[in-house]
């Protein structure tokens, strides 16, 4: 801790430093200009960049860039696009000088040129960016966006019906993500994936993905985890897609006037999961349907004031009407199967819309001013009424038997019934201002945000199990005693409540970043900065420093290293505040982290292809925490317990042309993750030998057990993913895009039991998707002038395959009893091989 000390102390010092000139060579020049083909028509998403390291900008609409040099010193520019053969230029412009630089693009007929030419520009952060486009080619059955981030190293997830995911040990309440400076929020009571339909994000909108897994700047907001920073476009001529597919359909629609003073963004989605949903093992009638519609506007006040507004609304519906469920399960030594018949039916509705306003104000070419006023707004039911009656066999695990594979002895019969009126309304309010100072060595941010959440929560629900005529929890009792204790009737599971709550947070933050050369041309770039937060509810402010320092040798080999850490505290939104009887503790309180996190990136050649391998390593100490139980996508906390614990791991990850001129890349993490209870303790009964017992008499001793360090839900020693991409040879518009993912097993329990109880484990997880994609019309197409097709700057059709292995991957279980309370686990399984046939068109 005396280290920490020292290094908070350091991150104040210098980010009170850093208000003040810093000497260094760290002059800049401009480089614009426009990307054509040559036919002249503009190419849209070219690569521009610095050769040799990461970064760069992409051309819009119009393949206009403008990307910013080091000056004084010989730097070479590269430009590339998929299909066109890559173009390099070597430049050594004055400080402050503009050029342009008007590039023209020769197509390549035999093979793909580099997709990924990275910037001369130290990467200085945590923060990683992606390619919008890989968003849109990646199979997935859910979010592209949130597919591609499932792929990077640190994070994980085991569900591909849900776009949420875990990162570095934490849970999905943890993972700030912002649109445009604007943050997102996702539902509250979805509790499956089935359910939880399309997310905010819309691959078809986006320009710009940026994501860190941890030790993230101060800018930044107050969660533990994550931050996924996304930036839509910025159109510049009309334009649009359209997608079709057996899952759905989008569009989208974008445009500019002729002196760009107006631009907007339009985009439409319509999911149905029904086709993958009916081949889940509970036979019925399901009926999902989700839609959504956003926009994003700018207008042009003045040359020196912006306006813009993002607008959104969601409508999901989800409906099950359940028939039937057949599951083996258990061991090949002792193997049981579930048969279950319902009745009733499940209706969820989630409406969810958002409207947010930006007034910029850009005084001169240093000094960006913003000012964002937002609102968000959800309606949430969730109502049913389900009758289920379960048998559960032993089944005949000898090969040799003639009743290999079939029921041979009954177990237990019994049923549950399972009610819900839940009813969820929540309002945020945020009004926020953000500026940026760009010095001639630094950069400074600083921001102000007020944030109202109002929150009204009724919730009404059950369950009732019954077990061979008797209802479930069954005491102990004696046959033939002419006396039996008769208890009352009591519900194995009931929650009833009606909260209304008003919370208020207000934040800050200033933060300061610069470049340093030395002497050797080595080049370190510093970010210092410090964020206070005052939560109204528990009248709590906190103050968390953050820092990182990046350092860049002047080798031969590239290499940078960095060095990032800070204090993150998160205030309790409303979930972390409900105990499980829907009651709220009113003693909640910020959880913490510590995070430290050492990395380093290494460019280097093989096969003569770029690569680049990352590497870090953290540890994140954790402090105040609430623990929680995970069951598929519901978390439910333990509000008023607190715990302590760590998270410590390695993330690798190598990118690059494993194919010539396509980019893929490998992940490997490597995690632990535990926390400590507060004053949690089990008291088990054993008998005069020291043997555990179930059953209390006199003759029995209570022992008190204190379970110390237990695994937390997301605790996953092992995770590795691969994200690849092929064409045919000498055939580029014919492709192949793979995602495997393999995570080790998690924690899991049995339902309503103490945590230190949840320390089972599930299978581990894994998935293979591929798509096969042919290009119909593009860059390489030469089309009539009276063509239909002339519109049309690209499209193409892909076949999917999911889950291509047809492995049984397990989500969650549901529990079942027998007469003598003995508890049956049985695995929900998710998905089973799929196909999809997607069409996509541009214009």
Do not use: C
């Not at 359910?195 to 819309?202: A, H, I, P, T, V």
């Amino acid at each position: 801790m005396l280290l920490l000390n020292r290094f908070f102390v350091l991150t104040l010092v210098a980010t009170v430093f850093g208000l003040f000139p810093v000497r260094g060579v760290g002059q800049t020049a401009t480089v614009w200009g426009t990307v054509t083909d040559q036919r002249s028509r503009a190419v849209e998403l070219a690569h521009v960049a610095l050769l040799g390291a990461q970064g760069g900008v992409t051309t819009d609409r119009s393949g206009r860039f403008e990307i910013k040099v080091p000056a004084e010193i010989p730097v070479r520019l590269a430009v590339s696009f998929v299909g066109f053969e890559q173009q390099e230029f070597l430049l050594r412009l004055k400080p402050d000088e503009r050029r342009q630089l008007n590039v023209i693009l020769v197509e390549s007929a035999t093979m793909l040129p580099s997709l990924e030419v990275r910037d001369e520009k130290l990467r200085s952060t945590s923060l990683t960016r992606l390619n919008p486009r890989q968003a849109m080619q990646i199979p997935s059955s859910g979010g592209g966006i949130e597919d591609l981030i499932k792929t990077l190293p640190g994070v994980s997830s085991n569900n591909e019906l849900s776009s949420q995911y875990t990162v570095r040990g934490g849970n999905f309440d943890e993972n700030l993500v912002y649109v445009n400076d604007i943050e997102i929020y996702r539902p509250f009571l979805v509790r499956s994936g089935q359910q939880e339909g399309l997310s905010f994000l819309n691959s078809a909108l986006v320009s710009s993905i940026l994501f860190s897994a941890g030790g993230f700047n101060a800018e930044y907001g107050d969660k533990l985890s994550s931050v996924l920073d996304i930036t839509y476009k910025r159109p510049t001529e009309t334009a649009g897609s359209v997608t079709a597919s057996l899952l759905g359909a989008e569009m989208h629609v974008e445009g500019a006037q002729s002196n760009r003073r107006l631009t907007y963004l339009l985009g439409a989605r319509y999911k149905t999961t029904a086709y993958l949903l009916n081949a889940l093992e509970t036979q019925g009638s399901y009926r999902p349907n989700f839609s959504d519609i956003q926009t994003m506007i700018t207008y042009g006040l003045h040359p020196k004031w912006e306006l813009s507004m993002l607008g959104y609304y969601s409508r999901n519906r989800y409906t099950l009407i359940p028939e039937s469920r057949q599951t083996d399960f258990g061991t090949i030594q002792e193997a049981y199967r579930l048969n279950i018949f319902f009745e009733g039916q499940e209706v969820d509705s989630y409406e969810t819309g958002m409207g947010a306003f930006t007034l910029s104000h850009k005084p001169n070419k240093n000094l960006d001013l913003k000012l964002i006023a937002s609102a968000f707004s959800t309606v949430e039911t969730e109502t049913y009424d389900v009758l289920g009656q379960y048998w559960i066999g032993r089944l005949e695990t000898s090969p040799g038997s003639e009743q290999f594979g079939n029921v041979v002895q009954a177990q237990g019969v019994g049923g549950f019934l399972e009610h819900a009126r839940n009813y969820f309304d929540a309002r945020v309010f945020n009004i926020e201002h953000k500026g940026t100072l760009i010095g001639r060595w630094s950069v400074t941010k600083w921001g102000l945000k007020f944030q109202h959440q109002n929150i009204h929560d009724r919730v009404h629900e059950w369950e009732m199990i019954d077990s061979a005529g008797y209802s479930l929890p069954l005491k102990p009792w004696i046959p033939g005693n002419p006396s039996p204790e008769r208890p009352d009737f009591e519900l194995s599971q009931s929650v009833k409540a009606d909260n209304k709550i008003n919370i208020g947070t207000y934040s800050a933050y200033a933060q300061q970043a610069w470049n340093i050369f030395n002497k050797m041309g080595d080049e370190f770039v510093v970010t210092a900065g410090i964020r206070a937060n005052y939560w109204d509810y528990g009248k709590e402010f906190k103050i968390s420093p953050r820092a990182s320092i990046a350092y860049k040798p002047l080798w031969e080999r590239e290499m940078s290293f960095r060095l990032a850490g800070g204090v993150y505290n998160q205030p309790p939104f409303y979930r972390e505040l409900r105990l499980f009887d829907g009651s709220l503790y009113p003693e909640g309180r910020s959880q913490q982290s510590v995070h430290l996190v050492a990395g380093t990136d290494l460019n280097f050649m093989a096969w003569n292809r770029p690569f680049v391998f990352t590497g870090e390593l953290y540890y994140k100490f954790l402090n105040k925490l609430v623990p929680y139980e995970v069951d598929n996508v519901r978390i439910r906390y333990y509000a008023d317990q607190q715990a302590k614990g760590y998270a410590t791991g390695l993330d690798l990850k190598v990118n690059g042309e494993f194919v010539r001129g396509v980019e893929s890349w490998m992940s490997l993490s490597l995690m632990k993750t535990e926390e400590d209870i507060k004053d949690d303790f089990t008291d088990i009964w054993v008998d005069e030998e020291g043997n555990r017992v179930f059953i209390n008499n006199e003759a029995a001793d209570t022992l008190r057990l204190f379970p110390g360090m237990i695994p937390r839900p997301s605790d996953q020693l092992l995770n590795f993913s691969i994200f690849f991409q092929d064409y045919f040879p000498g055939y580029p518009t014919f492709r192949v895009h793979l995602k495997l993912l393999f995570g080790t097993s998690l924690p899991f329990g049995p339902p309503n039991a103490q945590r230190s109880a949840q320390t089972l484990r599930m299978p581990s997880y894994r998935r293979v998707d591929i798509g096969f994609s042919k290009q119909l019309v593009g860059e390489h197409s030469v089309l009539r002038p009276n063509s239909l097709l002339r519109h049309i700057k690209n499209s193409w059709i892909s076949l999917e395959v999911f889950n291509l292995l047809q492995i049984n991957n397990t989500i969650s279980y549901i529990w079942v009893k027998d007469i003598e309370n003995r508890q049956y686990a049985v695995p929900n399984y998710l998905t089973p091989r799929q196909i999809n046939l997607k069409l996509v068109v541009e214009f």
